[in-house]
């Protein structure tokens, strides 16, 4: 038997033992929306095996649902299924009556554009190089005492925080919050994505918890659930967490940081050298160096919303330019830890509102093209990033638009991610962006309406 036959009969297994009817089942679309649907547990075991099909909608329409026209699908042919992979090392149980849950990833045509299936063949390229990759997401967050619909009547402004002051590792609020930190890890440890930290963040309804570090496409997997299902929790416990970039104006945003190491078939950390200056190695330093190279070309698929680019702005804890640093906040690539189980990179400028597979994908493939590249980083920042003056070189796109064409334009995208990915990436964010564009927001009504 097979690692991946020992994996299907593994969570045929536990499927069969399961008190539910029905086995959930999700794809992680274009805008990290898992989108899925119930299955009668005969016909998901049949699909473990034999796969399943979707509809490729799932990739021709933005995440709420308004459709773009894509050369994968559109109304010219009639938007058809294609092919699913169940993946069954991803089965969980879910809090509500212990429905199993799993994961699946296309493998038709939509395969060349599927983030999980983009985020695979990055790792796979990895492995071919010898390397294997360990990961971990952190997420900063907002928590409202709101209903969807009362956000909603109140057109999503002077919501009611969770907290009534700002209390960044504030104890106090930890503990007359109780319930819900407590409710948070119980979660975590549900669903296989356990939480390393969790604490109030600067600012009212600030959040931020770190998930423990995993191999491989784990990490992403981790992220991708525990972001949709502890929404759905705090839903029902009436509250509204938001992982938006900007959902406050005058307070910090959501960052979505991703902490990478490399490490050697025999267990070394590749990123280690005790003789250099933070321990980083010259592997680590060709790493760095691929990021920062590459780091404004990908900026679309890291910050990938236009909410997105109000959180890259001077004093508010997100980069401004490609920099990095050693333990340096202000900077977009932070070198953090020193021992060999300790040193990691951490990609900082990433939003909380971006696809986790695909920072996994443009973070980690960034990196090892300066690898593959024998790259040399610029020199690290010491002090205030957002004080200095970073070359062009260094600069990061404005505005969406500027980032998907950027992205269009990248050599080392079509490269690592194909033209076919790189292409219906790039038209859906100059989808959203002509979306915003029909919009006529508060700040322009109160700026023209009467004084022009």
Same mark, same amino acid.
């Given at each position: 038997m097979t690692m991946g036959e020992a994996g299907i009969e593994a969570a045929a297994g536990a499927v069969r033992e399961a008190a539910a009817s029905h086995v959930m089942i999700g794809v992680t679309d274009i805008d990290g929306v898992i989108r899925g649907k119930y299955l009668e547990k005969e016909k998901?075991?049949?699909?473990?095996?034999?796969?399943?099909?979707?509809?490729?909608? #799932?990739?021709?329409?933005?995440?709420?649902?308004?459709?773009?026209?894509?050369?994968?699908?559109?109304?010219f042919n009639g938007f058809p299924d294609d092919g699913l992979r169940i993946v069954p090392e991803s089965l969980r149980f879910l809090p509500?009556?212990?429905?199993?849950?799993?994961?699946?990833?296309?493998?038709?045509?939509?395969a060349r554009i599927c983030p999980r299936n983009l985020a695979g063949r990055v790792l796979a390229r990895a492995g071919s190089m010898g390397l294997n990759v360990k990961g971990g997401f952190e997420y900063e967050f907002y928590?409202?005492?709101?209903? #969807?619909?009362?956000?909603?009547?109140k057109d999503f402004r002077n919501l009611a925080p969770l907290t009534p002051t700002t209390g960044g590792y504030s104890v106090l609020r930890s503990s007359v919050h109780s319930d819900f930190f407590l409710g948070m890890l119980d979660l975590s440890r549900t669903l296989k994505t356990p939480i390393e930290s969790l604490h109030p963040e600067a600012g009212e309804g600030a959040l931020?918890?770190?998930?423990?570090?995993?191999?491989?496409?784990?990490?992403?997997?981790?992220?991708a659930i525990f972001k949709t299902f502890s929404k759905a929790w705090a839903q029902r416990n009436g509250i509204l967490l938001s992982y938006m970039a900007k959902p406050v104006a005058d307070l910090p945003g959501c960052g979505g940081?991703?902490?990478?190491?490399?490490?050697?078939?025999?267990?070394?950390?590749?990123?280690?050298?005790?003789?250099?200056?933070?321990?980083?190695?010259?592997?680590?330093?060709?790493?760095?160096?691929?990021?920062?190279?590459?780091?404004?070309?990908?900026?679309?698929?890291?910050a990938p919303t236009i909410n997105a680019f109000t959180r890259l702005t001077p004093g508010y804890w997100a980069p401004t330019a490609a920099t990095w640093g050693?333990?340096?906040?202000?900077?977009?690539?932070?070198?953090?830890?020193?021992?060999p189980k300790s040193i990691r990179v951490e990609y900082r #400028?990433?939003?909380?509102?971006?696809?986790?597979?695909?920072?996994?994908?443009?973070?980690?493939?960034?990196?090892?093209a300066g690898i593959e590249e024998g790259l040399e980083p610029h020199e690290a920042t010491d002090g205030n990033a957002y004080d200095q003056v970073a070359g062009e070189d260094l600069r990061l796109p404005r505005t969406l638009h500027e980032a998907a064409g950027r992205l269009r334009a990248s050599a080392m995208a079509?490269?690592?991610?194909?033209?076919?990915?790189?292409?219906?990436?790039?038209?859906?964010?100059?989808a959203e962006e002509q979306s915003f564009r029909r919009h006529v927001t508060d700040w322009e009504l109160e700026r023209y309406m009467e004084i022009i």
């Open positions: 998901l075991l049949s699909a473990l095996v034999g796969g399943t099909a979707m509809c490729r909608v #799932v990739f021709g329409w933005d995440s709420r649902d308004r459709l773009y026209t894509t050369p994968y699908t559109g109304w509500e009556g212990g429905t199993p849950f799993l994961l699946a990833e296309f493998t038709g045509d939509g928590g409202f005492r709101e209903t #969807v619909e009362s956000a909603r009547a931020e918890y770190a998930l423990s570090p995993s191999e491989g496409i784990d990490s992403a997997d981790r992220a940081h991703l902490h990478l190491s490399l490490w050697d078939e025999d267990g070394n950390a590749l990123f280690h050298d005790a003789g250099s200056r933070g321990g980083l190695s010259k592997t680590g330093r060709a790493f760095v160096a691929g990021q920062q190279k590459y780091m404004a070309e990908l900026l679309s698929m890291t050693y333990d340096n906040r202000t900077c977009a690539l932070r070198v953090v830890g020193s021992s #400028v990433t939003s909380a509102d971006a696809n986790p597979y695909l920072v996994l994908s443009a973070a980690l493939a960034s990196g090892l079509r490269d690592w991610f194909g033209p076919d990915f790189v292409e219906h990436f790039a038209l859906s964010r100059e």
